[in-house]
């Protein structure tokens, strides 16, 4: 079974600091990792992916992810963030075997003037 | 470009009383499930299907049904709402490949008085 753990549930930031929101992710098999995003009032979509290759991998507006296989880490970054940022973000794990996702319980990014 | 859709977008139920969340999508997908989301707790599973004719329960399906008739809509029934219940319901749609995200829907916020 897989297990997603996402370390902070809250992260405030000032507009154009750097963020960081962690995950780490725990399974006795390969998997996939993703981030999804949610803006308020809406669904999930798609962050970013890492399947395999290369362990930095680049999504849309600017975030980037880096997978570590050692620690169990997928850590989400972005150099300078904007208010429109402010979302709320989730980890995600697949095995690569399997079609069930597992969610992390989500960190909300408030992005400060 | 519809993706999926999810009707209606909020519904306000008495105790006790019986209702379905529609959810379709148009991309084909074989995979589909049903999500609840709560504060802190990210997204659980209630109910998923590998394709039409086949489903299977998730994490948290007491109190709720599902049936797959088409490829393209999947609903959920509340049997007997209870307010406990009250939550945003998200349904989800895939290739069922464990390499290809999840598209999701805008959700259906449910409170149960």
């Known amino acids: 079974a897989q297990s997603v753990t996402q370390l902070d549930s809250q992260v405030p930031v000032f507009e154009e600091a750097p963020v960081e929101l962690r995950c780490n992710y725990s399974s006795s098999v390969s998997v996939y990792l993703f981030w999804y995003v949610q803006y308020p009032n809406q669904g999930l979509q798609l962050l970013l992916k890492y399947l395999s290759g290369s362990t930095l991998v680049k999504g849309i507006n600017g975030f980037e992810a880096e997978f570590n296989k050692s620690q169990t880490s997928f850590h989400l970054r972005k150099p300078s963030v904007h208010i429109s940022d402010t979302a709320e973000y989730f980890c995600?794990?697949?095995?690569?075997?399997?079609?069930?996702?597992?969610f992390g319980a989500g960190t909300r990014l408030f992005v400060k003037a | 470009n519809a993706g999926v859709t999810q009707t209606p977008k909020f519904q306000v139920l008495k105790t006790g009383q019986s209702m379905t969340l529609q959810c379709a999508q148009d991309?084909?997908?074989?995979?589909m499930s049903w999500y609840r989301q709560d504060p802190g707790m990210g997204l659980r599973l209630i109910h998923y299907s590998v394709g039409a004719g086949i489903t299977d329960q998730g994490e948290v399906p007491n109190g709720y049904n599902v049936s797959r008739s088409t490829t393209e809509d999947f609903p959920l029934r509340l049997l007997s709402a209870a307010p406990s219940q009250t939550s945003v319901y998200f349904c989800a749609s895939s290739t069922g490949r464990g390499d290809q995200p999840q598209h999701f829907g805008d959700g259906t916020r449910l409170s149960i008085l």
């Open positions: 991309m084909n997908h074989e995979y």
């Open positions: 995600a794990v697949i095995n690569t075997g399997g079609f069930k996702t597992i």
